[in-house]
């Protein structure tokens, strides 16, 4: 299907990453929780096709073709942001003695297995490099489940191990620590390893609760502009504080017709701020090659993406094109005429 044909329905290909078991696959618009809330409207910024103020090395990088690939690219999004901030950490105990407050990022990766061994593979390809120590797990069976090959992470645990400090010791670690597919009903448990973990920094590896992935700037705008309610709980707090370094979300677009083409949300921050990082909306051409249709400051929502699709579908049709022009002249005309019906 090309560009030209009308886009009717934008799916994922895969389930939202995820490391526990496979759930059914959500409704379209699901109802999100208070730990989940949305940007307020006003509060959004707009599709921006040409995304011209984004870092170009950021906006020239393609999704990955291969399973590898992906965890290369979370590998490097990881190493790069947290050597940043290890050495902004450093230049401000020098000049101030103070410290920075503890980095807390996040990747997403699509599993097409919820097994343990694929999950322990995806954190050990993901992680690997010396930069995560520590890797706590939301699954008992992932954080036992063997490995053959290199691993550079020294200690695998699962959350409740963690917490009791048996396995590993958050408080005197090296290396940042890993939460890896900690559930809804874990957050106040991630929340305590976080704390345990001091100055560590923290990364979310395809956790299973929804946050807005700016390091909690969205949260706070819609905490802000409520005017009545109790403030947001620790754990809804902690929940929001996260910053996607990469993200990778492969999507199904059909036509009219009833053709599928390949599209995806793509983004891998490399080195500069996260929040500033585009998320990316990419579908491929007749060629196969990935083409940018939208790119936003915020992660894009289903009507983004059927927003972006949309346009760019219109953009290259010669028939949607012409439809536009004649509502227009039809539109002076009605304008027109009710001028001189008021004469």
């Known amino acids: 299907m090309s560009l030209c044909a009308v886009v009717s329905r934008v799916a994922p290909v895969a389930p939202r990453p995820s490391s526990r078991a496979a759930r059914p696959s959500p409704s379209p618009a699901p109802t999100r929780s208070a730990t989940n809330s949305r940007t307020p409207r006003g509060a959004r910024s ?15 990088l393609v999704p990955p073709v291969s399973r590898d690939d992906s965890f290369a690219q979370a590998r490097e999004a990881i190493a790069a942001v947290c050597a940043k901030r290890a050495k902004k950490a450093g230049k401000k105990r020098r000049s101030s003695g103070k410290a920075l407050a503890p980095l807390r990022v996040a990747v997403e990766l699509p599993l097409a297995s919820d097994a343990p061994a694929d999950v322990r593979a995806m954190v050990v390809g993901a992680c690997a490099g010396g930069v995560v120590g520590t890797a706590v797990y939301g699954d ?16 695998h645990v699962h959350i409740d191990d963690a917490l009791r400090g048996v396995g590993c010791d958050l408080a005197v670690g090296e290396g940042a620590v890993a939460l890896v597919g900690i559930a809804d009903d874990q957050i106040a448990a991630a929340r305590r390893a976080a704390e345990l973990a001091g100055a560590r920094p923290v990364v979310g590896v395809n956790v299973e609760w929804f946050h807005a992935g ?8 819609a905490a802000a502009a409520r005017t009545d309610g109790p403030p947001p709980d620790a754990a809804s707090v902690f929940a929001n504080s996260f910053s996607v370094v990469y993200s990778y979300l492969p999507l199904a677009i059909q036509g009219v017709t009833g053709a599928t083409t390949e599209g995806a949300v793509f983004k891998c921050v490399r080195g500069g701020a996260p929040e500033g990082s585009p998320w990316r909306i990419l579908v491929k051409d007749d060629t196969g090659e990935y083409q940018q249709v939208g790119a936003m400051q915020r992660r894009p929502e289903q009507e983004d993406l059927e927003s972006a699709l949309y346009n760019a579908a219109a953009a290259k049709s010669k028939i949607n094109k012409g439809i536009g022009l004649f509502r227009g002249l039809a539109e002076k005309a009605k304008n027109a005429v009710a001028g001189d019906e008021r004469k």
């Open 46 to 60: 707009r599709v921006v096709p040409s995304a011209g103020r984004f870092d170009a090395t950021e906006m020239e």
């Open 140 to 155: 008992a069976a992932a954080a036992a489940s063997p490995y053959e090959g290199k691993d550079d992470i020294r200690e």
């Open 214 to 221: 700016d390091g909690g700037v969205t949260f706070r705008a």
